[in-house]
Every structure is written in structure tokens, then in C-alpha cells.
């Protein structure tokens, strides 16, 4: 591959995909934002400054249940765009390409959001049952919702290919974000809902114009 050619791929992505696009942008945006914020408020610069973001900082924009049931739902939103650290943002960013890019070639840029958000969305109201004192926080739900659809979609439009595929992606990227607070009812939650959305949406993108 050329470096002109590089260059044409490169400038086409942020031209053309749009939606995956804008959420990767708004992601690395806000986590860069906390982890200054983090580094600015810190009295003592240690490894976990550099790598976590604050837990004050998490409680305030991330999804707090505490503040949650208190009447801050924004909380339910603006969580999907929190992440608490570099490896758990790395990590949805890398699937939200792989997921995200499936989906594009199917979906109209209004469902690929309403895929994205209510899939987050859900995963955050069922992460209410989780306790006063939880913290959650993570596009990872969103991204579940994008495998569901995209698993759909296979099924559905291209007979030739196996959803296993998929499947097979999705539990590489379970793996990988698996931990002690791993919450898996959001994951689970966004893949349920990613499945429906495209039995819903009649109307599909026309590839041959992409």
C-alpha cells in the first residue's frame, strides 16, 4: 500500500464512518479531560494518578447510584462516555471499531446512535439494582449493543457468513474487560437490546450507495 493510498484510507474513515467517528472522538475527549483534571487535583503523583481517574471525578460524571436515585439521571447518559481507566478505554474503543464499523455498513447513522445509547442506557438502569454505593461507568454497554446488532444483521443479510463470528469477537472482548467489577448485567443487558433493534428497523443503508 502507497503512502498516497494510507493517506486516502485514513482521511476516508473520518469522512465516511461517521457515528463511529463522532463516539470515539467524544470518548477520548472526556477521558483525557478527567485524566488532566485527575493529574491537576492530585497531592502526590503516583502510578494510579496516571493511570486511573479520580474516584471524586467518577462519582460526579460517571454513574454513581447514590446520586442516581437522588434525582441526577443525567447520570444514566453521561456515564456511557466515563472510563476508569486507560485499559478499560482502550479496550472499548478497539471493539467499538470492530462492532461499530459492522454496523455502519447496515444501519442509518440515527439507528447506529439509537443502537449505541439505549443499549447504554439499559445497561446503566439495570446497573441501579447494583447498590447506593456502585460505580459504574463505560461505553461497553453500547458497544454490546452494536455486537448484538451486528450478529443480527449477519444472520439476517448475509446468509454466506456465519454470526459465530461475531460471537466469537464478542467473548474475546468479554475476556478482556473481565474482572471483579466487571458489570455484566450491562453487557448483558446491551447485547439483548442490540439483537432487537435491527428486527425493528425496516429501513436499512443502501450499500451500493456507500
Known amino acids: 500500500m502507497t503512502e498516497e493510498t494510507e493517506t486516502y484510507s485514513f482521511d476516508s474513515f473520518w469522512k465516511s464512518n461517521l457515528p463511529t467517528r463522532n463516539i470515539l ?3 477520548l475527549v472526556v477521558h483525557i479531560t478527567l485524566w488532566i483534571i485527575t493529574l491537576v487535583q492530585a497531592s502526590v503523583i503516583t502510578f494510579d494518578v496516571f493511570y486511573y481517574i479520580s474516584e471524586d471525578l467518577l462519582k460526579q460524571v460517571g454513574q454513581y447510584n447514590q446520586l442516581v436515585y437522588q434525582g441526577h439521571v443525567y447520570q444514566l ?4 462516555f466515563v472510563h ?3 485499559l478499560h478505554i482502550l479496550s472499548n474503543c478497539l471493539f467499538l471499531l470492530i462492532f461499530g464499523l459492522k454496523a455502519e455498513d447496515y444501519l442509518l447513522s440515527w439507528q ?3 443502537v449505541f445509547i439505549i443499549s447504554g442506557l439499559m445497561g446503566g438502569l439495570l446497573s441501579l439494582t ?3 454505593a456502585t460505580i459504574s ?4 454497554g453500547g458497544v454490546f449493543g452494536l455486537l448484538g446488532a451486528d450478529i443480527t444483521i449477519v444472520y439476517q443479510e448475509e446468509k454466506d457468513k456465519k454470526p459465530w463470528i461475531y460471537v466469537g469477537i464478542g467473548v474475546i472482548f468479554l475476556a478482556i474487560t473481565a474482572g471483579v467489577n466487571t458489570n455484566v448485567l450491562a453487557h448483558a443487558i446491551g447485547l439483548v437490546t442490540g439483537f432487537l433493534f435491527p428486527v425493528i428497523f425496516k429501513k436499512r443503508r443502501n450499500l451500493e450507495a456507500k
Open 84 to 86: 476508569f481507566d486507560w
Open 112 to 114: 447506529y446512535y439509537a
Open 130 to 132: 447494583f447498590g447506593a
Open 77 to 80: 447518559f453521561s456515564s456511557i
Open 137 to 140: 461507568a463505560g461505553a461497553s
Open 25 to 27: 472522538i467524544i470518548i
